[in-house]
C-alpha cells in the first residue's frame, strides 16, 4: 500500500469534528494536525494524539499536509480561508451559498492555479451528492422534470432565524418535505407548485419566562423569506425537552427525477439520504473527496474543481483494476 | 452551439431502437446510420430518414461518425463487435456479464488505443448507475453494508430459461425483491442472509395444449442456478393474457448503503430506479455516455473506460459554467 494521504483540518466545530471522526474510517489517510482560530489548547479533539495549532502555524506545515479539509461556515469563514489556503494547499470545503458559487469558484481557482494546487469547492450533500444526481439524471432522461425535497431534518439557518425572535430562548425549526407530493412524483405524476408547497416548517420553541407566546408564534409564521410563505407549525416545549429530544442533527432530503422515452414511458430515478448526523455526513464526503483532489494534484490537473469534474473512481481507495472486477 | 454529435447505432433490437428514441432527445447529437446484421430493407426504424445500412458497410463511415453505440447482446455479439469497432471508431456498449469484465476490458482497451479512439464499455443501469452508487456510497461510507435489489421487473434470462422448459410454449418470468428485507435496511437493520434471500421469483406460464402442469411447476422450481434456491411461484394463463399483461419490459432496482459513522450514527444513502422500460432506459444511459467518449476522445483520453472514469459532467450538454451556476 501506498503511503497515506496526510489531511489537515481548518476550523474544529461540528464539520471539523466530523472531519476527523471520518479520517479515522478512511483506510488510506492520516489526520497531521487541527488547526483553530480559538485558543489551540482550549480545544478538545477525539483522538488525543493528534496536533492541535492555532491556524496562524498553518503555513508552516506545506510540507506535510497533502490536502486541507476547510471546515468553517459559508457565510464568512469560507470566502475568506479557502482563496488563502487555496495558495497553499490542495483543499476542500463545503462552500453552499448556491447563488454565490460562480463568485467563489473564481476567487479560489486564481490562486490555486497559481500555486499549482487543486481546490474541490461545495462538497457535500447539496451541493454535492444531490447535485450530482441532478446533473446524471437529467442528462439520462433529458425529457422530464427534476424534483429536490429536503428533510425531515433541522434546518440550521432557520433554527438561527428563530432564536432570534424576541422572547425566544431557545429553539429549533425542522424541514419537513410533503410526503404526498413525493408519493405523487413517484407515481409519475407532476404536481403544480413551488418548494414552498411540497415543504412544511416545523419549530420547537422554548420562551422566556413570561412572553407573549402568541406574539412569538405571528412572528415565526410571517418572517419574510423564512417563514411567510411556508405552511409552519409551532409548538412550545421546555429547556429540558429541547435537550433531550431536539440535540440530534438529523437531516436528509430526495433527489427525484421523473423522465420519459420513447412513446411515454415513465422513467423514475430518485437517490435518496437519511441521516441521523447531517455534519458527520458531510464532512465523510469531504474526506472522500480529499482522495480526489490529492490525485487530480497528483496528475497536474490544478485549479478550482467541483464534483462535476471528478469521475467516481477518484474518490474510492480501491484501484481501477479492483473497481471493475469487484463493483461494476 | 458546436456542431453535433454524429452517432451510429449497431444492432436493431430492443436496445438499438431504445437509442434511435434516446438520440432524438439529446439536444447535441443526431443519428448517421443504422447498422445491422439482417437485410437492411426489412428493419423498420422509427425515423423513416435514417439510414439503415448493412454492417459490413460500417467501415466506410469512420469520417462521418463519431460515436457507434453496440447495440448487441452480452453473451456472443459484443465480445466480438466491440472490440471490432474500437479500432475503427469511438464506441459505447452495455456489456453485462460482470464475471468476465476484466477478460472484455482488456480485449477493448488494446484495440482502441492503437486506433486513438476511446470506448466506454459496460454502461447501463446495472453495470452501469447502480455500479457508480456502489463505489460512491462506499467511499463515503467505508464502515458498513451495501444492498442491491433488483425488480421488479422481468428478467430477459429468466424468461428464456423457462421457455426452453419442456411443454412451456410461452412465457415470462419477473424478479421482484423483498419488501420487508428493503424496509429493513432502510431502517438501518443489516438483515442475514444472500440475494437469493432477498428476491423472489415469479413466473407466467402459457402451456401447450394436453401438457402437464405440474410436471412444468416442478421442472422450474428446481431448475439449478435460475430458480432452485428462490421461493419460485408459477402462475398458468392464456396467450391472450400473457400478450395483454406482460408484453412490457418494466424493471428497476435499488442500491441501499447502510453505514455508521462517528459514535454509531446511522447513515443510509438509497438509489433507486422504477423502469416502464428497460432497453429504453438502458439505451438512454448509453446516448448520454457517447457524449463522455467523445469529449474524452477529445482531450485524448484513449482506450476502454468505464463509468468510473467518466466525471458527471462529462455526460451533460451544459457548459461547466451552467452546471457550477444553475445545478450545484
Known amino acids: ?20 471522526a471520518s ?12 488547526f483553530t482560530r480559538r485558543n489551540p489548547e482550549c480545544v478538545q479533539v477525539l483522538n488525543s494524539n493528534v496536533k492541535v ?27 475568506e480561508q479557502v482563496p488563502h489556503f487555496a495558495n497553499l494547499f490542495n483543499t476542500v470545503d463545503s462552500f453552499d451559498t448556491h447563488a454565490k458559487i460562480p463568485e467563489f469558484f473564481a ?19 447539496d451541493p454535492g451528492m444531490f447535485s450530482i444526481n441532478r446533473v446524471l439524471s437529467e442528462a439520462l432522461l433529458p425529457v422530464g422534470e427534476t424534483y429536490t425535497f429536503w ?7 432557520h433554527s438561527d432565524a428563530v432564536r432570534r425572535v424576541e422572547g425566544v430562548k431557545n429553539g429549533v425549526q425542522y424541514t419537513i418535505p410533503s410526503e404526498k407530493v413525493i408519493e405523487q412524483v413517484r407515481n409519475g405524476e407532476h404536481p ?11 419549530c420547537y420553541i422554548v420562551a422566556e419566562e413570561g412572553a407573549d407566546q402568541e406574539k412569538i408564534e405571528h412572528t415565526i409564521k410571517t418572517m419574510p423569506n423564512y417563514f411567510d410563505e411556508y405552511e409552519t407549525t409551532v409548538h412550545f416545549i421546555s429547556e429540558q425537552e429541547l435537550k ?16 420519459q422515452t420513447g412513446e411515454g414511458n415513465n422513467q423514475i430515478i430518485e437517490y435518496s439520504l437519511k441521516l441521523d448526523s447531517n455534519p458527520e455526513f458531510t464532512a465523510s464526503v469531504l474526506t472522500a473527496y480529499a482522495r480526489a483532489a490529492y490525485r487530480l494534484n497528483k496528475e ?27 463493483y461494476l
Open 23 to 34: 479520517i479515522m474510517q478512511q483506510p488510506d489517510m492520516e489526520l497531521v494536525a487541527v
Open 244 to 259: 433531550s429530544d431536539h440535540s440530534a442533527m438529523p437531516h436528509g432530503g430526495f433527489v427525484i427525477r421523473s423522465g
Open 192 to 202: 403544480a407548485g413551488s418548494k414552498t408547497d411540497r415543504h412544511v416548517r416545523e
Open 300 to 326: 497536474g490537473q490544478t485549479g478550482a474543481k467541483t464534483v462535476y469534474d471528478v469521475a467516481p473512481g477518484y474518490i474510492s481507495p480501491k484501484s481501477a483494476e479492483e473497481l471493475r472486477r469487484d
Open 1 to 20: 500500500m501506498e503511503n497515506k494521504i496526510k489531511i489537515g483540518i481548518v476550523g474544529y466545530g461540528n464539520l471539523g469534528r466530523g472531519a476527523e
Open 107 to 125: 476567487s479560489v481557482d486564481k490562486p490555486a492555479k497559481e500555486s499549482g494546487k487543486t481546490s474541490i469547492i461545495s462538497v457535500g450533500w
Open 53 to 79: 495549532l492555532h491556524i496562524e502555524e498553518a503555513v508552516n506545515y506545506t510540507e506535510d499536509i497533502d490536502v486541507m479539509l476547510i471546515c468553517g461556515g459559508s457565510a464568512t469563514d469560507l470566502p
Open 151 to 157: 428533510g425531515k431534518g433541522l434546518s440550521q439557518g
